[in-house]
Each structure stands twice: as C-alpha cells, then as structure tokens.
C-alpha cells in the first residue's frame, strides 16, 4: 500500500471516529430542505441553521446561525434548477462553513 492510499484510510478513520463522537452537523442550502432533514433524520446528526437571503438585484447573502467550529461539515445542496444559483449558494455555504472555522467540509451535491 502506498503513502497516499495510507493517508486516505487514515483520514476516512478519522472521519469516521469523530462521527461517532457525534462531531458530525450538516449545512443544508436552499434547493431540496426536505432532503437535509431527511438526512439528518437518517445519520442522526443536528442541521446547523443557516439564513439564506437574496437580495432585489439577485445577489445571494448568507450566515451560519449555529456554532460549527471544530466539526465535520456536510452540505447538502442539489444541482436542480436554476443550476447556476444552487452551485452559487454550494460554494457560499461551503466559505461560511470555513470561516466558521468548520475542520472538514463535504459537499452533498445529488444531481
């Protein structure tokens, strides 16, 4: 085996370990709500609330309400129409959850 597939299984232990500290909370985006709480329902983790706004020219502005600090971030936004604004508010949520100083950020994107 070699060093990078090491370091792969080594990070998807680490993952897997603070899942199961319940260090796990999704970020669910405007597109498919129903499927974020689904999701939650399913991995029995808490979704973080998330203000999502659009302002009169279009613009999206967004905040993460929740304390995500340390946490293992899922986000959950499909790609149904308009596309172009679901991958928008994807990468948005995604740059919140870093700033919010999420430890590790992964996108949910059904097609």
């Keep these: 085996m070699g060093i990078a597939s090491k370091n792969i299984q080594r990070g998807c ?22 499927l974020g709480e689904r999701l939650a329902r399913e991995l029995d983790v808490p979704i973080s609330r998330v203000e999502i706004t659009t302002f009169a020219d279009g613009e999206t502005k967004l905040h993460v309400s929740d304390d995500v600090r340390g946490k293992i971030v899922l986000v959950v936004q499909p790609t149904c129409a308009p596309v172009n604004d679901r991958l928008m508010v994807l990468a948005l949520l995604a740059d919140a959850a870093r700033a919010a100083g999420a430890a590790h950020i992964t996108g949910v994107v059904p097609y």
């Excluded at 897997?16 to 909370?25: C, E, P, Y």
């Design 13 to 34: 232990f680490q993952i897997h370990d603070q899942m199961a500290t319940h260090n796990l909370t999704l970020i669910c985006g405007n597109a498919h709500p129903a």
